[in-house]
C-alpha cells in the first residue's frame, strides 16, 4: 500500500502546477506506473488533487469502472 501511495504522491505532484522540483525529486513509483495512471488522475481525479494522497486513491477507486486498464493493473498490483 505504500508504493501505491508513493506512486500516487507522484501522480498528484506530475500534474499540480504549482510543484517544486525539491518535491518533484521525491517522487516514487515506477515511471510506467506513473504513466498508467497520469491521465485518469487528471480526467477524473483533477479536483482533489491537492487534497493528499488517500483522497486521490480513493478518487481513482471510485472510478475504477472508467480508468484505463493500466491503471487499474498499478492498483491491483499495489494490493488496491
Known amino acids: ?3 501505491s501511495l508513493l506512486a500516487l504522491t507522484l ?3 506530475s ?3 504549482n510543484v517544486a522540483f ?3 525529486a521525491q517522487r516514487s513509483g515506477t515511471e510506467e506506473e506513473q504513466k498508467a495512471c497520469t491521465r485518469d488522475v487528471q480526467k477524473f481525479c483533477r479536483a482533489v488533487i ?3 494522497d488517500f483522497t486521490i486513491l480513493a478518487c481513482l477507486k471510485e472510478n ?3 480508468i484505463s ?3 487499474n493493473q498499478v492498483l491491483k498490483n499495489n494490493g488496491q
Do not use: E, N
Open 22 to 24: 525539491a518535491q518533484q
Open 15 to 17: 500534474v499540480s502546477s
Open 1 to 3: 500500500m505504500r508504493k
Open 50 to 52: 491537492d487534497q493528499g
Open 64 to 66: 475504477r469502472p472508467k
Open 69 to 71: 486498464a493500466a491503471c
Open 11 to 13: 501522480l498528484s505532484m
